[in-house]
Structure formats: structure tokens, C-alpha cells
DNA sequence: ATGTCAGGTCATACCTGA
């Protein structure tokens, strides 16, 4: 089972771009960001001809979030975040997909710092940590996949010291970003990849994508009893070289399909015992 | 500091956000 997220940077101005990789790649999930579209110029005949079913959270100009599966209808089980009802921005959807819980986000960027929008993404972020807290307490498999707008080390970045006192490398947003890990969730690409240079984002200026000038920001956090069913992780890098594209690759998972609970319980208890009559 | 996109408008030239 493949999950993927991907930042498309307008969903109908990259529509040919994100059909081609559907059709190429196939994936199970998707979640999407930036959609930049409302609610009603949503493109659902195309992704169902794609042979997608989806949930959208548009808005005008800015933002929007959109869950895809395929040959399954997302049961939606939240729609923005708790905690501000003053907060119009689309920035977070949650669905029920075969047993999975999906959360799509797209947080802050943040920039410039210091300023009124950095103070948002710090309390945006509080917001979703305080949510994926009440997820992990919840106990479903859950997997946390979007545009985080961090880059969690400096292994993340083509050049760290000049992202110091950008708000995707700011300390504060670093810490946030760790402290939600520390909760027990498991960053997939990292995990997979424990010592390479990752990227998932490359900027338009300045040729970023021909010299790989790029950032780890796009993310798949896994809850403890999803982590262990992880087989890949990658990033779809050359979609960023194809015309008309997102300034994000697609950044997905491959996990293998879950055990049924029953079998687990039966197997744990047989298999101490039978270790100890092997040593005496 | 520079630079490139997309969406939107007191629109065909500029603004914002990223």
C-alpha cells in the first residue's frame, strides 16, 4: 500500500502534472496541499476519472487540503483544527480509509521572521500537536502526511546557515517539530533513510532544482503501530523537472498490510515460551 | 540581495504569498 503527499501548488494549475503522476505511480492515498482553489472549482471530475475518490477543504486563493483514495470513498473525520474557531484558513483535513486514520496538513510558512504570521505558525503548531496527542491517545493507526514547513536538521537543508533565521529552520519551529516526534511518532523518510541528504522541495529562484538546492519539508509521521509495518519511503524528485510543476516532489511510504489484531494477540504469548524450550 | 511562480484585481500591470 502506497501513501503519498504532495504539495501541488494550485491544483488546477498543476492538474496535468498531478494526473500524469497519479497515472504513473498509482498510489493508494494521497493528500495534497496548497490547492489554492475554492471549494467549487475543485477538479472532482478529472481526479475521478483517475479513478480517485476525495475530500476537499478549499479556499479562495490560498491554502486547501484534499484527501484522495482510490477505489474508497475518505470518510471524513475532521475538518480544520481544534482549538481556534477564529482560524479560517484550510489547513487541515482527517479521514477514515480502511481502517487507517488519515491526517492531511499544511502548516504555516511562517516568513517572514520575526512577525505576526511566525507567531501564527508557533500557535498553529501547538494547535496540531495538541490534536496528534489526542490521535496517539485515540490508538488507531494513524499517519500524519503533509507539508510541514520545516526542516527538521540540518541534514534537511542544502545550506544551513542560510536558513538560520528563515521561519522553516527557526529554532522555535525546529523544537515544535521535534517535541511532536517525541510524543512517539515516526518520521518514515528519515527513518528509511537515517544519513541521506532528502529533499522534497527546491525553490523556482535561482535554478534550486539543477543544483539540487533543496529542503526536507514535506513529511509522513507514523503512529507506534504503523511504523513497524513500513517496507519504503521516498520522494518522486524528477516530477520537480517536469513542465508546469509544483516547486514539491511527491513524498510517499510503502507500508505492508496490517496483521489482524486477533492473529497478533495469539502469536505473542506462543512465542517467549517456545524460546525458552529451545535454551534448556 | 537576488530571483520565479500562481492567483486575484479599483485587471492587460501590479499586488501578495510562497
Known amino acids: 500500500m502506497r501513501i503519498a503527499t504532495y504539495n501541488v501548488n494550485g491544483i488546477n494549475g498543476r492538474l496535468p502534472v498531478l494526473l500524469k503522476w497519479l497515472e504513473l505511480r498509482k498510489p493508494d492515498i494521497v493528500c495534497l496541499q496548497e490547492l489554492k482553489s475554492p471549494d467549487e472549482r475543485f477538479p472532482e471530475a478529472a481526479i475521478q476519472a483517475a479513478g480517485y475518490q476525495a475530500i476537499w477543504h478549499g479556499q479562495k486563493s490560498w491554502n486547501g487540503v484534499a484527501i484522495l483514495a482510490r477505489a474508497a470513498l475518505p470518510t471524513e473525520t475532521r475538518r480544520g483544527l481544534p482549538g481556534d474557531s477564529d ?40 494547535r496540531f500537536s495538541a490534536h496528534a496527542k489526542k490521535l496517539l491517545a485515540a490508538g488507531r493507526p494513524t499517519i500524519l502526511a503533509g507539508d510541514y514547513n520545516v526542516m527538521p536538521t540540518e541534514l534537511d537543508v542544502y545550506k544551513p546557515e542560510r536558513w538560520v533565521d528563515d521561519a522553516l529552520f527557526r529554532i522555535e519551529v525546529r523544537e515544535a517539530y521535534a517535541k511532536l516526534l517525541k510524543q512517539g511518532w515516526t518520521d518514515a523518510i528519515r527513518t528509511r533513510h537515517p544519513n541521506a541528504r532528502i529533499y522534497t522541495f527546491w525553490d523556482y529562484f535561482r535554478n534550486a532544482y539543477a543544483r539540487n538546492a533543496g529542503l526536507r519539508i514535506d513529511h509522513l509521521l507514523l503512529s507506534p503501530d504503523v511504523a513497524p509495518l513500513l517496507k519504503a519511503a521516498g520522494v518522486d524528485g524528477e516530477v520537480r ?3 508546469k510543476t509544483s516547486d514539491h516532489a511527491p513524498t510517499w511510504i510503502e507500508l505492508a498490510p496490517a496483521k489482524k489484531a486477533t492473529s497478533k494477540k495469539r502469536a505473542t504469548p506462543v512465542k517467549p515460551a517456545a524460546k525458552k524450550l529451545a535454551k534448556r
Open 241 to 243: 523537472g517536469w513542465e
Open 87 to 126: 482560524d479560517l484558513q484550510s489547513r487541515y483535513l482527517e479521514a477514515e480509509i480502511g481502517g487507517l486514520t488519515i491526517g492531511c496538513l499544511y502548516a504555516p510558512n511562517g516568513n517572514p521572521w520575526p512577525g505576526p504570521k511566525f507567531e501564527y505558525k508557533l500557535a498553529w503548531y501547538k
